[in-house]
């Protein structure tokens, strides 16, 4: 099973960063604000997914999350801006590990149901 690991823009200009199996859910699940959002999302609403990266283990999704987490908010928005620059900020820390950048998913895509987690 792949997963991916996301981040999302709300609208007050800060970033979410998360990673699921089922990306589309779980953006509804932010974007409607159900009860198993994030509390963060459901206090601040989600604008865009700014950017999804697709890796093939729960640990390496969960690890990148983490990754990105640590840096400064300028750094996330160069890696908004500039997907491939993941390895470039991170360096070292994802040296041995597979991610790939889906570069069509939006947020509009997974709520209308035209985003597939297999294509």
Do not use: N
Request: hydrophobic share 35%.
């Amino acid at each position: 099973m792949d997963y991916f690991t996301y981040i999302l823009r709300c609208e007050d200009g800060s970033f979410y960063t998360g990673f699921a199996s089922h990306i589309c859910r779980r953006m509804r699940q932010h974007a409607e604000k159900q009860k198993s959002c994030a509390r963060y999302t459901r206090l601040h609403s989600v604008t865009a997914l700014a950017a999804l990266w697709q890796s093939g283990s729960r640990s390496a999704a969960g690890r990148l999350e983490y990754y990105i987490k640590t840096l400064t908010h300028a750094q996330k928005e160069q890696l908004t801006a500039e997907p491939e620059a993941l390895s470039h900020l991170l360096g070292e820390k994802l040296a041995a590990a597979d991610y790939a950048y889906v570069p069509d998913a939006t947020l509009e895509k997974c709520l209308a149901g035209d985003f597939h987690e297999g294509d």
